[in-house]
Antibody, heavy 120, light 107 residues
Framework: QVQLQESGPGLVKPSETLSLTCTVSGVSISSSYWSWIRQPPGKGLEWIGFIHYGGNINYNPSLNSRVTISGDTSKNQFSLKLSSVTAADTAVYYC??????????????WGQGTLVTVSS | DIQMTQSPSSLSASVGDRVAITCRASQSIITYLSWYQQKPGKAPNLLIYAASTLQSGVPSRFSGSGSGTDFTLIISSLQPEDFATYYCQQSYSTPWTFGPGTKVEVK
C-alpha cells in the first residue's frame, strides 16, 4: 500500500526558507513523478513542481527562482525548499505521486497535507 | 501556461440528482485531463484520469468525457458522500494546472 507523509515546521518566519519532507512507503521513489502541491486556506490547488528519477526536475515558473525539490533514494524521501517566503506562501502543502506508465499524468496518491503558516 | 476554467463555480443539488461539471482548457490538451474530489480538511482524491478512465475503487456513478478543450464530469445519481469540491487538472504541459474548483452543496 502506497503511503505519503509530509513533515516539517508548521510555522516559518517571513524571508526565511520553508523546508518540508515527504516520506514514501510502499513504492520506491526511483520510479514515478513525485510532486509538491499547495493550497492556500479556502483557495484552489497549485502545482509547485516534480522530481523524476529519469533525471527530470520541473518547477512551476511562478515559483521557479525560489523552489528546490530534491530526493533521497536511500531514505525513500523527497523534499521541498521554498526560499524568501511571505504570507502569500501560507498554505497546506501536499506531496503526491503521478505514475509514469500513463502519459496523462495524474496524482493517484497524496499525503494528508501539512499546514505551513508564514508569520513573524 | 494552460489556463483551466470550471463551471459552475458552485451548485446546489439533491441526493439522486444527475450533476454535470464542465472544465475548459485555454488550448487543446487532448485527453490529458484528470478530475479530483476534495472534502474539507482532506487531500484531493483522484476520480478520473485521461479524461474518461475511472480510477480503481471509484464508484461507477462518476464518469468523465471530452477531448481537446472541453471536458465534463458527470455524477449520475448524487449520493450524500458526494457533496464536496471538484477540481480538474491538466498534464498536457508544465506547469500542470488545476481548475478553480466546483463546490457541490446540498439543496
Amino acid at each position: 500500500q502506497v503511503q505519503l507523509q509530509e513533515s516539517g515546521p508548521g510555522l516559518v518566519k517571513p524571508s526565511e526558507t520553508l523546508s518540508l519532507t515527504c516520506t514514501v512507503s510502499g513504492v520506491s521513489i526511483s520510479s514515478s513523478y513525485w510532486s509538491w502541491i499547495r493550497q492556500p486556506p479556502g483557495k484552489g490547488l497549485e502545482w509547485i513542481g516534480f522530481i523524476h528519477y529519469g533525471g527530470n526536475i520541473n518547477y512551476n515558473p511562478s515559483l521557479n527562482s525560489r523552489v528546490t525539490i530534491s530526493g533521497d533514494t536511500s531514505k525513500n524521501q523527497f523534499s521541498l525548499k521554498l526560499s524568501s517566503v511571505t504570507a502569500a506562501d501560507t498554505a497546506v502543502y501536499y506531496c503526491a505521486r503521478a505514475p509514469t506508465h500513463i502519459a496523462a499524468r495524474h496524482f493517484d496518491y497524496w499525503g494528508q497535507g501539512t499546514l505551513v503558516t508564514v508569520s513573524s | 501556461d494552460i489556463q483551466m476554467t470550471q463551471s459552475p463555480s458552485s451548485l446546489s443539488a439533491s441526493v439522486g440528482d444527475r450533476v454535470a461539471i464542465t472544465c475548459r482548457a485555454s488550448q487543446s490538451i487532448i485527453t490529458y485531463l484528470s478530475w479530483y474530489q476534495q472534502k474539507p480538511g482532506k487531500a484531493p482524491n483522484l476520480l478520473i484520469y485521461a479524461a474518461s478512465t475511472l480510477q480503481s475503487g471509484v464508484p461507477s456513478r462518476f464518469s468523465g468525457s471530452g477531448s481537446g478543450t472541453d471536458f465534463t464530469l458527470i455524477i449520475s445519481s448524487l449520493q450524500p458522500e458526494d457533496f464536496a469540491t471538484y477540481y480538474c487538472q491538466q498534464s498536457y504541459s508544465t506547469p500542470w494546472t488545476f481548475g478553480p474548483g466546483t463546490k457541490v452543496e446540498v439543496k
